[in-house]
């Protein structure tokens, strides 16, 4: 064991001879000699000190120490407090410097040294840093760059190094007493393995520093050890507070789930709002017109009824004077002359009166509405997502910038003041464009139009429109292959045999309206009734008379680009128009072989103007009207195909417009298809004969058209569906004879979901639909 005095020499020699120290000492004294008195001083404050905790040790301060980066940091998160505090400088300092360093250091102590309170301790080296380790066999004291320092002489003797609070048995060599490790040796020079090369990831030995590993970057093994320990202590505090991160992410999504559910109830709000304004502002339209047009009609029948009045009055009195005169026939004498003078006044001045009661004869024309405004209407409002935090800044900005915000709404402006809205559509939109639906020069240009002239005005040379899938939906629609991998059978069936709400009797009716519910005619039933696209009952109208919102036997059915449902009330020889909720608009025709008349009337198609195309079968043509009923002109088919070329007269079932403006007509008892021009002058196609092959028919019956041009047909005794191109060439064919169903039951009618899949309606025979076996039948099926 050494003494107390060994390890204050030994602690006296290892200190350095500074200047500043030299000049302190006793000026009779050398340069190298020491007072023992203080230096005992020393080494007892000292070792006080290093008795201390290292809490109430002086806080290192380093210059060159950097805040670490935190790898779990979000974007708007501050940076973490390092744990650990400044750690690990570059081992720059080479073995050549450490000498002229201990010959050139000066003493901070600002007081003498036998004051040991004003004593600061400072590393062996740098004189800057605060130590944290000592040599046990150097007695020095280093900090922590210092301590691990390549070119360090107590790293590379392999020292006992100690934290400078750790107090050792004086005179014990942990060294020596504990280094019982096992020694690693180079595999290639075998020397003892002294250095870590940090390139490699290997112990290294002196003679690889000086060959294979010279130019890698290397350090001592104990002080790579240390350095492996704090990097593993970062990595442990990483794992906790990423840990903490995403935790807090977490949390941070649920509450945007909250947030974002609870914008979605508040745009829901906004937007059943804003369309309230559009439907309100359309509904009091409606309701001024239709009060305005009654009070035209009252004033126009109390003018009628005065004029029927007075003309009865003139009516009498004529008969009063022609009695008068006759009597006055057998007169003698000066009552002749007299009588005769008193009827001539009478009769001249009935006819004057009579003259000056005459009544033009007067009609009220409607006046339709801009359809290309309707078409802006039906594309206001939009809804998009957006970030959270330009939110307020978007509703602030101009109304095409609010509609780019989660949930900006327009207004409807005023009838008198309304200006075209503008509204934007991406490049990669399926929207169609406005240039698909032509303008219609005599229409007006103000949809809140507040005149109805009653002048007879007639349009000569209307612009023709084109076909829809779904008139007035505003996507694309393709027709789709069957789904059921098994042919024939589809995906689901509604719509049983029988008189209550979503049972049918023989219908024959079918359409798809622009919110994908499915309308029926339900013929012997003298209704109509409305499904949704699931084939749910939602609601019905009608019942069976010849007043409006009657029916006797409707047939064709379809909707307008506004909404409206148009039925062929087929056996009162009539068009009947009803708002999407059925309440009644207007009804035109009665029978008869005049323009505007029908005889059993069958199937109806709109186009996107408006214009309405209806088969007139007994008649053997088709007419086509505006929107409001007036009609433009018609086709007579034997005109063009004399009936000896025939089987019989043309019978025009279904129809539909196609996409280039033309009209499919199916011949239902010549078995084939008829395609006329848009204005109705010629026939440009027609195709078709009796069989059941390719290219044959057998009874065509309800048509419709996709967005593509294809022509989808009822081939109703084949109880298949053709599909055609828009030439009338044939693509395929859809097998519809499935389990349940039998020959009797053939499809009439088609229509396209908004998806594009078929929806087809069968018609039974008389005889089977009362048949009790017949009831648990489903006679609308979706494909």
């Not at 400044?86 to 003493?107: A, F, I, L, M, R």
């Not at 360090?152 to 400078?164: F, G, K, N, W």
């Not at 009544?359 to 024309?365: D, F, G, K, P, V």
Request: hydrophobic residues 35%; aromatic residues 8%.
């Amino acid at each position: 064991m050494t003494s107390f005095a060994n390890m204050t020499a030994s602690l006296a020699a290892s200190l350095p001879t500074t200047s500043s120290g030299a000049a302190s000492s006793a000026p009779g004294h050398a340069p190298d000699q020491e007072d023992p008195l203080a230096m005992t001083h020393i080494i007892c404050n000292l070792l006080e000190n290093m008795n201390k905790p290292a809490s109430l040790q002086p806080a290192a301060t380093s210059a060159s120490s950097t805040m670490p980066y935190d790898i779990w940091a979000l974007p708007s998160c501050s940076s973490l407090q390092n744990p650990i505090g400044p750690v690990g400088q570059d081992y720059n300092t080479n073995n050549h410097n450490n000498n002229h360093q201990n010959h050139s250091k000066e003493d901070n102590s600002s007081g003498s040294p036998g004051t040991s309170s004003s004593v600061s301790i400072t590393c062996y080296r740098c004189e800057a840093r605060t130590p944290t380790t000592r040599c046990l066999e150097c007695n020095d004291l280093f900090c922590h760059e210092c301590c691990h320092k390549v070119t360090s002489d107590c790293q590379l003797r392999e020292h006992t190094l100690l934290p400078i609070h750790q107090i050792s048995p004086i005179g014990a060599r942990p060294n020596s007493v504990t280094n019982e490790k096992e020694v690693m040796y180079c595999e290639l020079h075998g020397e003892p393995v002294k250095f870590y090369c940090e390139a490699c990831i290997i112990f290294i030995c002196q003679e690889c520093t000086l060959w294979v590993h010279k130019d890698h970057c290397f350090t001592p093994i104990k002080g790579a050890l240390d350095l492996c320990r704090i990097g593993v202590f970062r990595a442990i505090e990483d794992t906790k507070t990423g840990t903490k991160a995403i935790k807090t992410a977490i949390d941070r999504a649920v509450a945007m789930s909250k947030a974002y559910e609870k914008e979605t109830a508040e745009a829901n709000l906004k937007i059943r709002k804003a369309m309230r304004c559009y439907a309100q502002a359309i509904e009091d339209r409606e309701k001024y017109l239709l009060d305005k047009v009654e009070k035209m009609r009252q004033a126009k029948m109390t003018e009628l009824t005065d004029h029927m009045n007075t003309l009865r009055g003139i009516l009498a009195g004529l008969a009063h004077t022609n009695e008068t005169l006759v009597r006055s026939m057998d007169s003698e004498g000066i009552d002749l002359f007299m009588a005769k003078e008193k009827g001539r006044a009478q009769v001249d001045y009935f006819s004057c009166m009579f003259k000056n009661m005459y009544i033009a004869e007067e009609r009220i024309m409607f006046v339709p509405p801009n359809y290309d405004l309707v078409d802006q209407i039906k594309r206001q409002c939009d809804v998009q997502p957006t970030p959270a935090v330009s939110m307020h800044a978007l509703t602030s900005t101009s109304s095409i910038q609010s509609r780019q915000s989660l949930m900006s709404l327009q207004s409807l402006q005023s009838a008198q003041s309304f200006s075209p809205l503008s509204y934007h559509i991406s490049a990669s939109n399926t929207l169609r464009n406005l240039s698909e639906y032509p303008n219609n020069p005599t229409r007006s240009t103000n949809y809140y139009d507040h005149s109805i002239s009653s002048s007879i005005a007639m349009d000569a040379n209307p612009a023709r429109g084109v076909g829809q899938a779904i008139p007035g939906y505003w996507l694309s629609v393709s027709v789709r292959p069957t789904r059921s991998p098994v042919p024939g059978v589809p995906m689901f069936s509604f719509g049983k045999e029988g008189q209550d709400e979503g049972q049918v009797s023989r219908p024959w009716g079918l359409c798809v309206d622009r919110e994908g519910n499915i309308i029926v005619a339900d013929r012997r039933n003298n209704r109509i009734q409305i499904f949704n696209n699931r084939g749910e009952f939602k609601t019905m109208f009608g019942a069976k008379g010849t007043g409006p919102g009657e029916f006797d036997l409707p047939a064709g059915i379809t909707t307008d680009t506004y909404g409206r449902i148009i039925v062929i009330d087929k056996d009162n020889h009539r068009v009947q128009i009803f708002t999407s909720a059925g309440n009644f608009i207007l009804k035109f025709g009665s029978f008869g072989k005049e323009c505007g008349q029908f005889q059993y009337p069958w199937d109806v198609a709109v186009n996107t103007l408006g214009n309405i195309v209806v088969t007139d079968t007994r008649n053997h043509r088709i007419q086509l009207f505006t929107s409001d009923g007036t009609y433009i002109t018609k086709f007579v088919f034997e005109a063009a195909n004399p009936a000896k070329l025939l089987k019989g007269p043309t019978t025009p079932r279904g129809v539909c417009f196609t996409t280039n403006g033309n009209i499919i007509v199916s011949d239902f008892e010549n078995h084939r298809l008829l395609m006329v021009d848009p204005t109705l002058s010629k026939v440009i196609h027609c195709m078709g004969r009796e069989g059941s092959g390719i290219g044959e028919l057998n009874r065509p019956s309800g048509i419709v058209t996709d967005d593509d041009g294809r022509i989808i047909v009822a081939d109703s005794k084949n109880h298949r569906v053709l599909v055609f191109t828009s030439e009338l060439r044939i693509l395929w064919a859809v097998d519809l004879k499935s389990p349940g169903l039998d020959d009797k039951d053939r499809p009439s009618d088609v229509a396209l979901t908004p998806e594009g899949y078929l929806v087809v309606l069968f018609e039974t025979l008389p005889d089977t639909a009362r048949d009790v076996t017949s009831h648990g039948k489903q006679y609308i099926k979706v494909y």
